[in-house]
């Protein structure tokens, strides 16, 4: 599909203030990155280079421990943008976690130069760039709070309830990557819920069986 102002502004209204010719030159073919699932856009240490306008797909943002677990730290989707690429840029600092895209993705990579003069100069690009700082670090702390004060399988059965439809296409994996953990603590959770009947396994899938079972374990204790 082109890309035409008109629908990188309806996506990214915090750009209007560009001028005509940068934004236009955003909207040339060759400007846009077209990225297949699992693409690695950064890394841990990696020097930033730019500012990601996300058009389509979706991105995931991880932390990798030294023993080498993972934990899903927030996703972007179009319209958003990455906030830990914005402190890098504004801290001259190299990335502390990892990105890659979680589906075919298309995107776009705002110069550092324009991204450091937008943030001195338009009040709504810097609006844009800190009311991301604020939703981020809200979700942030919510993670924290269920990773400090709610068990796995309290967390877990939460997060089966959060996807949509009653089947989920997902490895055990995926799961304790977005919850931090391991695939075999997952595994073994995963075990439990099916001989209480809440849900049933199959081959990188789990259906739904009781919501109301795992609501009732989700909820339990708080």
Same mark, same amino acid.
């Given at each position: 599909m082109e890309l035409t102002p008109d629908r990188l502004l309806a996506l990214y209204p915090s750009l209007a203030s560009l001028p005509a010719d940068q934004l236009a030159g955003l909207c040339r073919p060759e400007a846009r990155m077209h990225l297949p699932a699992g693409t690695q856009l950064f890394a841990e240490r990696q020097p930033c280079q730019g500012f990601p306008l @996300? @058009? +389509?797909g979706s991105i #995931? $943002? $991880? #932390?990798?421990?030294?023993?080498?677990? +993972?934990?899903l730290l927030?996703? $972007? /989707? &179009?319209? /958003?943008s990455c906030i830990i690429t914005s402190s890098c840029l504004l801290g001259h600092a190299p990335y502390t976690a990892r990105g890659e895209t979680e589906? &075919?993705?298309?995107? =776009?990579i705002l110069p550092s130069g324009i991204f450091d003069? =937008?943030?001195?100069? %338009?009040? %709504?690009?810097?609006?844009f760039v800190f009311h991301l700082f604020s939703e981020r670090l809200a979700e942030l702390m919510q993670l924290v709070e269920e990773v400090a004060f709610h068990r796995l399988d309290q967390r877990l059965a939460k997060l089966l309830l959060a996807k949509p439809g009653e089947t989920l296409h997902a490895t055990h994996q995926q799961l304790? +990557?977005? =919850?931090?953990?391991?695939? +075999?603590? $997952?595994?073994? @959770?995963? #075990?439990g819920f099916a001989a209480q009947g809440l849900v049933s396994l199959g081959r990188e899938q789990i259906a739904i069986l009781d919501r109301s079972g795992l609501k009732a374990l989700a909820e339990a204790s708080r």
């Open positions: @996300l @058009l +389509e #995931k $943002v $991880v #932390k990798t421990a030294a023993s080498g677990r +993972e934990m927030y996703r $972007v /989707e &179009p319209g /958003e589906t &075919p993705a298309t995107l =776009l003069r =937008l943030v001195a100069e %338009q009040a %709504q690009f810097r609006d304790a +990557e977005e =919850l931090g953990s391991v695939r +075999e603590i $997952v595994s073994r @959770l995963l #075990k």
